[in-house]
C-alpha cells in the first residue's frame, strides 16, 4: 500500500516536500499490530529511500527503517504507533526532546 505524506520539518537530512511511504499490507488486508495512518494527524517517521528488484531507488518513496520507526505527534508529543525499543524511548518526549535524541544518536549534537 502506498500513502502519500506532506513534509513539515526534517530532524536530520532530506526530505522531498511530498513523498510516498510504502506500508505492507492493502486496503482488505493489514499486519496485525501496524495502525493505519491518519488523514491530518502529524507523524515524526525514520526512513530509508525505498530500492526496487533491481537496486535503482524507487523516487520519492520511503519505508520506516523498523516497524517502530513511526512516531504520532499528539498533544506536541511524540506518541509510539508500534512497540520498539526506539518508539518506547521516544513516545512522551517533546518534539524537542526527540530532536535532541536523534542528534545525539547521530553524533550531531
Known amino acids: 500500500m ?8 526534517t530532524l536530520l537530512g532530506d ?4 513523498f510516498t511511504i510504502f ?8 499486519v496485525d499490530d501496524d495502525p493505519d495512518y491518519v488523514v491530518g494527524a502529524q507523524y515524526i517517521l525514520f ?3 525505498r530500492i526496487n ?3 535503482t531507488e524507487e523516487p520519492a518513496t ?6 517502530d520507526g513511526r512516531l504520532r505527534l499528539t498533544n506536541d508529543a511524540a506518541q509510539a504507533s508500534i ?11 517533546s518534539i ?10 547521530n553524533g550531531t549534537n
Not at 520511503?62 to 516497524?67: D, E, G, I, Q, T
Not at 524537542?96 to 544518536?105: H, L
Open 2 to 9: 502506498r500513502i502519500g505524506l506532506r513534509t513539515d520539518d
Open 15 to 18: 526530505a522531498p516536500a511530498h
Open 23 to 30: 506500508k505492507t499490507g492493502s486496503q482488505q488486508l493489514t
Open 47 to 49: 526512513l530509508t529511500p
Open 53 to 55: 528488484g533491481d537496486g
Open 62 to 67: 520511503y519505508l520506516p527503517v523498523a516497524p
Open 83 to 93: 512497540d520498539g525499543p526506539v518508539a518506547n524511548e521516544l513516545s512522551g518526549r
Open 96 to 105: 524537542a526532546e526527540v530532536e535532541d535524541a536523534v542528534a545525539a544518536a
